[in-house]
């Protein structure tokens, strides 16, 4: 099935200068797409998958994939943070200022008066795990009660939603309902979080990103072409744990 997934990829005006290939993975029910750090592109497709709804799926997000592939390839990588005290962290697209506070019995990072609070790590990669983990805790909140909803206005049954690092990957949809986010998410407008969570809700009943699937995404979020521009626009900005 590779062998006629790349065919068909191989069809399409991908830029020249690009590195890409494809992988089966039989667990998989629909395309992923994960660009690495030095901007090659790994197609991720189910081992029944349809060379022709690969193609298309790939077509229509072709021009965010073009973005995310340049910049990479320019060196951009993706944000990073020096945690000291005025740096600044988004949560739920509101800018909070970082203070670092002394380590005390209790101490944990937490949003205090505006301003989100960490106690004083051994190392900045210790404190970027803590922020992680801080986002990921309030996320799995904040996910899980606004999963309800939407899952509802989709005609949907997730099994639950799952919030950690996905790496290049921003969301994903397993077979028996799991819904996995990135943390980093969090730090989005609850709209474009909307947006990515009825995107894998949609997944549980049209596996493949054709017409029948923007179709069902419509029904419960009308605006998804403005929501997927503003989505572009803010995912380069994502911080993901780099100091």
Request: positive net charge.
């Amino acid at each position: 099935m590779s062998v006629s997934v790349q065919s068909a990829l191989a069809a399409l005006p991908l830029p020249g200068e690009w590195t890409w290939q494809v992988v089966v993975r039989p667990r998989r029910r629909t395309l992923g797409i994960e660009i690495r750090e030095d901007g090659g592109v790994l197609f991720a497709v189910p081992s029944d998958a349809d060379p022709q709804a690969v193609v298309a799926a790939v077509w229509s997000r072709l021009p965010r994939i073009a973005h995310e592939v340049d910049r990479r390839m320019r060196g951009g990588g993706e944000p990073r943070k020096e945690l000291v005290s005025g740096a600044s962290f988004a949560y739920l697209g509101r800018r909070h200022r970082l203070r670092v506070v002394a380590v005390a019995p209790g101490a944990r990072v937490r949003l205090h008066q505006g301003w989100l609070e960490l106690p004083r790590p051994e190392s900045p990669q210790d404190g970027a795990r803590l922020i992680a983990d801080w986002y990921t805790a309030r996320g799995t909140e904040w996910m899980t009660a606004r999963l309800r909803p939407l899952a509802s206005r989709a005609g949907a049954t997730p099994r639950e939603v799952v919030v950690r690092d996905l790496g290049a990957r921003w969301g994903a949809c397993d077979p028996d309902g799991t819904i996995t986010v990135h943390w980093a998410l969090m730090q989005l407008p609850p709209a474009l979080l909307d947006l990515v969570l009825v995107h894998e809700l949609t997944h549980l009943s049209v596996p493949t990103h054709g017409p029948a699937f923007r179709r069902r995404m419509r029904l419960v979020i009308g605006n998804i072409d403005d929501l997927e521009h503003r989505f572009v626009l803010a995912e380069r900005e994502l911080w993901r744990g780099a100091v």
